[in-house]
């Protein structure tokens, strides 16, 4: 007899872990395997969450975040769009995956299910299964040999039944660095209201993008759309381990959002806000900075793929992933496996990517590029030889 739910008892153990766990502690491996960067947070912000605690910014806050901050992202977010965000639409209430889990929430009960466009960062769809919600995939095509990433919206469209509640996406994508278009979101858009289904849109890249910008959902959604925009300070700020980031909601949701961001966390921690609030309002350089080292990595993957015949790529439009596939390989656990003991250059399985089943994503592996030149040059080097 077990009280614990089945949806609980039968999570997958994440691919990207697996294989990590044989590197833990492990001094001589390059780690490309995660998703983030290898800077540590800029000073200007790290001082300014030491000024709030040495102020004694220690108590509880408004759970949906201190106003002070969403106003300052209401108006980035109204920049970023190109249209006006009003402040009661913004809730602070812990990181992205806190706001993936509060939008899951809003919109799931256990038997319905949420269409991810894939292949996905598996915490999104694991957090599907864990409110007890089936994650429905459908795959993009395309992706190596230089082919594009495309999205079939008929196969998209025909996936949602009566149970589908939500549409999930992340544009910027991770692993793939596929962009959505407007066009693509003004299609599902219209499917969406048309069928009550709400979409989840993580936007957690869209400041990390190479040639053209990654269109913000929030930018067509009317207020009254139920669609939430989520966005993280982790990435384009370099503040992982904060876990502070927000949530554009429908009108009308504030004080459920309240509600919901008290029973889930209680807020984002109060002191890291007030770095939040520094990086948001003075950190534009850092991110240009930042995105800078992203493109230069991006260039030393393009050079490497190039002098390689067995790997091969659709070069990413933004994040700091390359989703590289390998020629013959069709284990991407034990390929990376391999790599991580005999080459010492940690990566991620893209197998992790999707459904347990899905041999297109066992053809792929994904690096993170944010990275110090010289190591992931010597890191491309020891797959090279490995390959
Ligand atoms: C697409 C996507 N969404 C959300 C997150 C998590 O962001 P946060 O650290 O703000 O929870 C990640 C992290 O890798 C991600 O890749």
Not at 198 to 208: C, F, K, Q, R
Not at 315 to 330: H, Q, S
Not at 359 to 367: A, G, K, T
Request: aromatic share 10%; net charge neutral; with cysteine.
């Amino acid at each position: 007899m077990t009280a614990i739910r089945p949806a609980i008892l039968n999570l997958e153990r994440n691919g990207i872990g697996e294989v990590a766990f044989l590197g833990l502690g492990r001094t001589d491996i390059i780690p490309l395997w995660f998703g983030e960067g290898d800077i540590v947070t800029p000073d200007f912000i790290r001082d300014a969450a030491k000024r709030a605690l040495d102020q004694g910014k220690t108590f509880y806050t408004f759970t949906r975040g201190l106003t002070e901050l969403r106003e300052a992202i209401a108006k980035w977010a109204s920049n970023q769009s190109g249209r006006k965000i009003d402040l009661d639409r913004v809730t602070v209430p812990g990181a992205a995956m806190m706001g993936v889990n509060i939008a899951l929430q809003c919109v799931c009960e256990p038997g319905d299910n949420v269409i991810v466009i894939s292949p996905m960062w598996p915490n999104i769809f694991q957090a599907v299964r864990g409110i007890g919600a089936e994650p429905r995939f459908v795959r993009l095509n395309g992706g190596s040999n230089g082919e594009p990433w495309t999205l079939d919206l008929d196969r998209l469209f025909a996936a949602a039944d009566k149970r589908t509640k939500a549409i999930f996406w992340a544009s910027p994508s991770n692993p793939t660095g596929w962009i959505m278009s407007e066009r693509e979101q003004r299609a599902i858009l219209d499917f969406t209201r048309k069928r009550g289904i709400a979409i989840i849109s993580d936007e957690v890249y869209t400041p990390i993008v190479y040639d053209t910008p990654a269109p913000s959902l929030a930018a067509i959604a009317e207020p009254e759309d139920e669609v939430f925009v989520i966005n993280s300070f982790s990435k384009a700020w370099a503040m992982t381990g904060w876990r502070v980031g927000w949530l554009i909601h429908p009108k009308g949701l504030d004080s459920q959002m309240a509600e919901m961001a008290a029973y889930n966390n209680t807020g984002s921690a109060v002191f890291a806000q007030y770095g939040a609030l520094e990086a948001i309002t003075k950190g534009d350089a850092f991110v240009k900075w930042q995105l800078d080292r992203c493109r230069n990595g991006l260039a030393i993957v393009e050079k490497f793929i190039e002098s390689q015949n067995r790997i091969s790529w659709s070069k990413p439009a933004g994040a700091f992933y390359g989703f590289l596939a390998v020629e013959g390989m069709t284990d991407s656990i034990a390929f990376a496996k391999r790599l991580l003991l005999e080459a010492k250059v940690g990566v991620a399985p893209g197998i992790a990517f999707g459904p347990k089943d899905d041999r297109d994503n066992d053809r792929f592996i994904r690096i993170c590029f944010a990275q110090d030149p010289t190591r992931l040059s010597d890191a491309l080097d020891r797959i090279a030889k490995h390959i």
